[in-house]
């Protein structure tokens, strides 16, 4: 049987090497950088990964930093069950679009305004995972949809694909039409011999 000592000195180095052993944690995806049109909707998409088997005490915190980094406001919160805002500039505008089972904590926001302009960020814990990486969505709200390259080239490439189809269709009725003259051209000349 070990000595009390010698059993207090594996405890403790068992301590020790449980602080060095690496922390399980929750790896957290969200689109960087989004815009969207002032009064439109708009899915904040969050999904995450875990070590850990889904909890029932899986929490979900959604937060908004303004862009002139005024204080931190809560956005949504998710235990058991979503609890939308009940006071401040979310508070009728967000709802859960989430599905736990398939480790998507996304939310909806209704009706966005200029004011959303700034950063929401998504935080879970799953116990025994609390720690991990925040998701981060950086929300631009624009008055209007700007063109962009990628719309410049599908104007151009879609109106030289029109253009081409009336181009062949102008050809194949000429030729119809020539087609047409020859053949009564040779009637004609069939029936004066």
Not at 85 to 102: H, L, Q, Y
Not at 121 to 143: A, S
Request: hydrophobic share 40%; charged share 20%.
């Amino acid at each position: 049987m070990p000595s009390p000592s010698r059993l207090g000195a594996v405890l403790f180095l068992g301590v020790q090497l449980r602080a060095l052993w690496p922390v399980a944690a929750i790896e957290v995806y969200t689109s960087r950088e989004l815009d969207a049109v002032n009064g439109t909707n708009l899915r904040l998409k969050c999904t995450f990964s875990s070590r850990s088997p889904i909890s029932p005490l899986l929490s979900v915190t959604w937060n908004f930093q303004p862009e002139d980094l005024s204080s931190h406001e809560p956005v949504f919160y998710y235990l058991k069950e979503p609890y939308p805002p009940s006071a401040g500039r979310f508070k009728g505008r967000v709802t859960w679009d989430g599905n736990i089972e398939r480790y998507d904590v996304s939310i909806m926001i209704w009706n966005l305004q200029p004011d959303d302009n700034g950063t929401f960020t998504c935080q879970l814990k799953n116990p025994p995972d609390t720690h991990g990486t925040i998701g981060e969505v950086r929300l631009r709200v624009v008055q209007k949809v700007h063109f962009s390259e990628i719309h410049f080239l599908a104007i151009a490439i879609g109106s030289a694909c029109g253009l081409m189809i009336i181009v062949v269709t102008i050809v194949i009725l000429c030729r119809h039409h020539w087609k047409k003259r020859q053949e009564k051209a040779v009637k004609v000349a069939d029936t004066e011999l």
